[in-house]
């Protein structure tokens, strides 16, 4: 079983990783949750993973508020695409389950200096702001970090938040850059990966036929989802973005990419947090990332639907 903490901004895409990890004890132990301000403010993600732990029946999951802000800037937060909760498209009661005392930060730092070393998996799937504030606090963890699997970035799909720039990138990328200089063995899950992950019709119905709450819940969410999407791309449903991440961790093999550079764009207003991947390999920068480029989408919604079967 391998050892994981999810770092989280939810957001439905967000939430259905978190149920997707929660579904598949057998392959992950999920040590915590942590949150971060990213689709919404920090107070609304931090209750959104508790709805979402509960409504899986995972009261026992700790969950962790982290930062409230980027590094170095003002929030930027994308309730145009998540609707004013984070959760729009489905109706979960008001978490009752504790957040924990502990800022996500010091549990990050605690955690990694605790389990042996290479032994914990970092799965981001918001602005990187929690992870970030760590390494720069504790420098001693970060090579204690067996990998990071992200959610993030872009190549040809280039933008989504502005022309240049993927939203978790965009939102913090003095976090970014700090987490793709570190050194960690780095996965990263790209808009060009989710753009092929789209929530058709009989993908989204599959998860109502569940006949479940939780089948109910990702239907609703995909469905809400799918309707900004369509307005905006005109595609066969919407890019389901965070579970990307977890499919992942539990099958590999359903994605191709390739090790390569990649860098993050700090300086420039234009083309803030703009992932500049060395795809075709034109400089002699070092690899410091796999850049995953495709997915068998087929493969990865069978694998979500009959996992959210288990819950
Ligand atoms: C990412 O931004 C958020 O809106 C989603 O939850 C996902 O993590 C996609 O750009
Ligand atoms: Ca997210």
């Known amino acids: 079983r391998r050892k994981i903490i999810i770092d989280t901004d939810p957001g439905q895409d967000d939430a259905i990783a978190i149920l997707l990890a929660l579904a598949s004890p057998d392959a992950l132990e999920l ?8 689709n919404v403010p920090l107070p609304l993600t931090a209750e959104n993973a508790r709805k979402v732990c509960e409504l899986a029946g995972k009261v026992d999951v700790p969950v962790y508020a982290g ?27 008001p978490p009752t389950m504790p957040l ?17 070393a290479g032994s914990v998996t ?4 918001g602005p990187l702001t929690n992870i970030g504030t760590a390494f720069a606090r504790a420098p001693d963890i970060v090579d204690r970090v067996q ?5 993030g970035g872009a190549y040809f799909e280039v933008g989504n938040i502005t022309p240049a720039a993927e939203f978790n990138i965009y939102v913090d990328p003095e976090a970014a850059d700090r987490v793709m200089t570190s050194g960690v063995d780095i996965v990263v899950s790209p808009l060009d990966v989710t753009h092929k992950a789209l929530t058709t019709r009989p993908r989204i119905e599959a998860f109502r036929a569940l006949g479940t709450r939780i089948g109910e819940a990702v239907a ?5 989802f799918e309707r900004f999407d369509m307005e905006k791309y005109g595609q066969d449903g919407a890019p389901l973005h965070d579970p990307t991440v977890i499919a992942y961790l539990l099958q590999p093999e359903l994605f191709t990419g390739r090790r390569i550079n990649v860098e993050i764009e700090t300086q420039s207003d ?3 947090g703009m992932t500049v991947a060395d795809w075709w390999r034109v400089t002699d920068r070092p690899a410091n990332a796999l850049f995953l480029g495709d997915i068998d989408a087929t493969s990865f919604y069978s694998l979500l639907t009959e996992r959210l079967a288990r819950l």
């Open 31 to 38: 040590l915590g949750i942590t949150c971060v301000a990213g």
């Open 67 to 93: 930062c409230e802000a980027p590094m170095a800037r003002k929030l930027v937060t994308a309730e145009h695409v998540h609707g004013k909760t984070g959760l729009d498209g489905a109706d979960l009661p």
């Open 100 to 116: 924990q005392d502990t800022h996500a930060v010091d549990f990050l730092i605690d955690t990694l200096r605790r389990a042996p």
């Open 122 to 125: 970092l799965c981001p799937l």
């Open 147 to 151: 990998q990071i699997v992200l959610m």
């Open 220 to 224: 609703g969410w995909t469905d809400f």
């Open 270 to 272: 234009l083309t803030r």
